[in-house]
C-alpha cells in the first residue's frame, strides 16, 4: 500500500508519473528478493557443478549493463543513474553476489575433486555448510545493509537527480 512506502518513493512515483500499484518497497521485501535470488544461485550451482549458478551471477550483472544501456533513452544519463541509483545500495549488494557466487564456485570445485576419504553427500554436506557460513557470516549483513539503503537512500538520491 503507498502509505507503507517511503516517503521518497512516493515522490518519485509522482515525479516520473507511474505509480507502482502492489509493489511493497520495503527492506523486508528487497532483502527477500536478493535472499532469494541467491540461494536460486546457490541451488542451480549446486546441481550443476557451479555452472548454471556462474551464468546467473553474470545474467545479473548483464541487467546493470542493460539498466545503464537504456538510461538514456528514458532522458536518464547512464552516469547519474550509475552513481544515484545502483552504487548507494550496490556498494554492499554487489560484493555479497560476488562472495556467494564465489562460494557456489568453490562448492562446485570441491564436488569434482575426487576424494577416496568422504563419500559424495559427505563433501556435499560439508559445501553446503560451509556455504552457510558465508552467507550468514558476510552475505546477510551486507544484503541488510544494502536493502535499507535501497529502501531509504537510493530513492532520495534519484529523486534529487532529476530534478
Excluded at 544461485?41 to 549446486?46: Q, S, Y
Excluded at 559427505?122 to 545493509?145: I, Q, R, S, Y
Aim: hydrophobic letters at 55%; glycine letters at 8%; a negative charge.
Amino acid at each position: 500500500t503507498p502509505e507503507k512506502m517511503p516517503a521518497a518513493i512516493q515522490e518519485l512515483q509522482s515525479t516520473i508519473g507511474m505509480e507502482m500499484t502492489g509493489l511493497d518497497i520495503s527492506v523486508s521485501y528487497i532483502l527477500g528478493h536478493n535472499l532469494s535470488a541467491i540461494f536460486f544461485i546457490m541451488l542451480a550451482g549446486l546441481f550443476s557443478f557451479s555452472v548454471l549458478g556462474l551464468l546467473l551471477y553474470v545474467m545479473n550483472t548483464g541487467l546493470i549493463g542493460v539498466a545503464l544501456a537504456l538510461a538514456p533513452f528514458v532522458g536518464f544519463s547512464p552516469a547519474s543513474l550509475l552513481l544515484t541509483g545502483i552504487l548507494p545500495h550496490g556498494i554492499f549488494e554487489i560484493p555479497a553476489v560476488i562472495i556467494s557466487t564465489a562460494a557456489v564456485l568453490q562448492m562446485g570445485a570441491v564436488l569434482v575433486t575426487p576424494t577416496t576419504l568422504k563419500t559424495m553427500g559427505d563433501v556435499m554436506l560439508e559445501c553446503l555448510a560451509d556455504w552457510l557460513k558465508v552467507t550468514l557470516g558476510l552475505v546477510l549483513p551486507l544484503l541488510l545493509l544494502a536493502a535499507v539503503i535501497e529502501t531509504y537512500v537510493t530513492p532520495a538520491l534519484l529523486l534529487s537527480s532529476m530534478r
